[in-house]
């Protein structure tokens, strides 16, 4: 995407920017159709409708029904009802959870303030190329375990996790299995029946919807506890006056995604793999994570040896991407904890940057990108080797 300053967005996975359409169906619901979606009269009955249809887009997107699809705040709150409310709802039955070792904070921190509460938890390790082995989740899950999960995608490497068959071993032990599908939903197809999950969560910012929405999808039958008490909005789930444009939003962004995805995978992944090629081609001893094993089609991390991430963003004009180590200390020295778990060396987890593409980036903008990357990386390169 080109903004209008002229710099190149190529960090897609950290947020998107809210399509046109999106806003344009958002818009009435602002004003003047403002009601109430709780309020009897005609102005609330319309935001009602409103609200029902999105959630009917929702569900046509994820394959699934719309009763099962509970609005919530965004991504992080989604990820807090599941595992929150089932822990909740089926302490009785274990105390036991397993989480992945490359969870987003919004299921690790989640899990470990879980474990302060008296709950014993186990993290899945990853291989190599950052996919979970549904071998290990058989050696450490028990009768006591009542809830495993594992996101559907990394967001940092973009390693797609085997869900149908992580999935098969939790319900064979009676555990409840939920996915956090932020950064997969509108990349790769997300059919809740394929994936055979009880619980997935979304986050409307990734998907070109605007911030302060998501979803969790919630399998018919099973029962959560709410988080958030109050009026029964939401079927008794999430209390709360529905936030009817942002979910008018998230509904036409889920549309639009349903309709587009073929298409839009592969064009994606095309512009990715030729990036990809020629800055292997310009630095031959670069890393390129997760290359080998199914990835999302947008997703490129890379690591240089030599560089510190934070030092070619600093010296990269007009090119956002992210730096893929997520320094969280502020110094450079501390590494991601994703990279970590794939065994990648701490040197080349400073030097990591991670490029995520999207729906408004097209051919001549990643080929500038790509070019500006190269002019700075070499001169960083020639640089380090002369001190």
Not at 43 to 59: D, F, P, Y
Not at 118 to 141: K, Y
Not at 256 to 277: N, V
Request: net charge negative; glycine share 8%.
């Amino acid at each position: 995407m080109l903004l209008a300053n002229g710099d190149i967005y190529l960090d897609y996975n950290a947020t998107t920017p809210v399509d046109p359409r999106v806003l344009e169906a958002m818009g009435p619901y602002l004003d003047p159709e403002f009601g109430n979606p709780s309020s009897s009269h005609a102005l609330g009955k319309r935001s009602h409708a409103a609200v029902e249809n999105a959630r009917h887009q929702i569900a046509a997107l994820l394959r699934c029904q719309s009763d099962e699809i509970v609005f919530t705040s965004g991504g992080s709150e989604a990820n807090n009802l599941a595992l929150k409310g089932i822990v909740a709802k089926y302490a009785h039955q274990g105390q036991h959870i397993i989480i992945s070792a490359i969870e987003h904070p919004a299921v690790s921190k989640v899990a470990n303030y879980l474990m302060k509460q008296g709950f014993r938890l186990s993290f899945l390790p990853v291989d190599e190329q950052g996919v979970v082995r549904p071998t290990d989740l058989q050696e450490i899950i028990t009768s006591k375990t009542i809830l495993v999960s594992v996101m559907h995608a990394n967001n940092e490497v973009g390693s797609i996790q085997p869900i149908q068959e992580l999935a098969d071993i939790a319900h064979g032990s009676g555990a409840v299995f939920h996915t956090d599908a932020a950064q997969s939903v509108s990349k790769i197809p997300v059919h809740v029946n394929d994936l055979r999950c009880d619980l997935l969560s979304l986050a409307g910012h990734k998907l070109y919807a605007p911030k302060g929405i998501g979803v969790l999808y919630i399998k018919s039958g099973l029962s959560l506890e709410p988080l958030i008490h109050g009026a029964d909005h939401e079927g008794g789930l999430r209390a709360g006056t529905e936030n009817v444009s942002h979910i008018v939003g998230l509904g036409q962004a889920a549309e639009i995604a349903d309709q587009t995805l073929t298409e839009e995978m592969s064009r994606i992944q095309h512009l990715r793999d030729w990036l990809q090629s020629d800055l292997k081609q310009s630095f031959p001893e670069m890393r390129v994570n997760a290359a080998n094993t199914l990835r999302l089609p947008n997703t490129l991390s890379i690591s240089f040896r030599e560089l510190s991430a934070l030092a070619i963003m600093a010296n990269m004009e007009h090119v956002m991407v992210s730096a893929g180590a997520a320094c969280h200390s502020g110094d450079g020295k501390k590494g991601s904890g994703v990279l970590e778990a794939m065994g990648v060396p701490l040197a080349y987890q400073l030097g990591t940057l991670r490029v995520s593409l999207g729906r408004f980036c097209d051919e001549a903008l990643v080929k500038q990108a790509a070019q500006i990357l190269i002019t700075s990386t070499k001169k960083l390169l020639d640089q380090s080797k002369s001190n």
